[in-house]
């Protein structure tokens, strides 16, 4: 079993950061792939980003590259989401996810493990 709390999520201006931080217990973090989902109203869950246990490699879906920035701190038990640059498109609940067989780390139905989701606003 994995355990995942979200925390850092709020109101914030458009052009805004934000910096999401996703802290696991319950099983060995290093060794698991941890990725970022995101849900709007009246849509789909949607892959954001999602990193490797070792956190050499990143991936994003192409809305939010060159201004997300997913990382790891496997000393912490945490995986983080910084969010530069925000748009009002951004504004969803984001959901951090465990991923223990490192594969198809963009499609959600691969994630067993889910936190609660925090919310994200950004005003216009």
């Known amino acids: 079993q994995v355990q995942l709390v979200e925390s850092g999520g709020g109101l914030v201006q458009a052009g805004g950061s934000l910096r999401l931080s996703c802290t696991t217990s319950?099983?060995?973090?290093?060794?698991?792939?941890m990725g970022w989902f995101r849900q709007a109203p009246g849509k789909g869950r949607e892959f954001v980003a999602a990193?490797?246990?070792?956190?050499?490699?990143?991936y994003y879906t192409d809305s939010v590259k060159g201004r997300f920035t997913i990382s790891r701190d496997n000393a912490k038990n945490t995986v983080y989401l910084q969010m530069n640059s925000l748009k009002s498109e951004d504004t969803a609940i984001y959901y951090c996810?465990?991923?223990?067989?490192?594969?198809?780390?963009?499609?959600?139905?691969?994630?067993?493990?889910w936190g609660q989701g925090t919310q994200v606003t950004v005003s216009s």
């Open positions: 990193i490797t246990w070792g956190g050499d490699l990143t």
């Open positions: 319950g099983r060995t973090f290093s060794s698991i792939a």
């Open positions: 996810a465990a991923n223990i067989r490192a594969f198809q780390l963009d499609l959600s139905f691969q994630y067993a493990y």
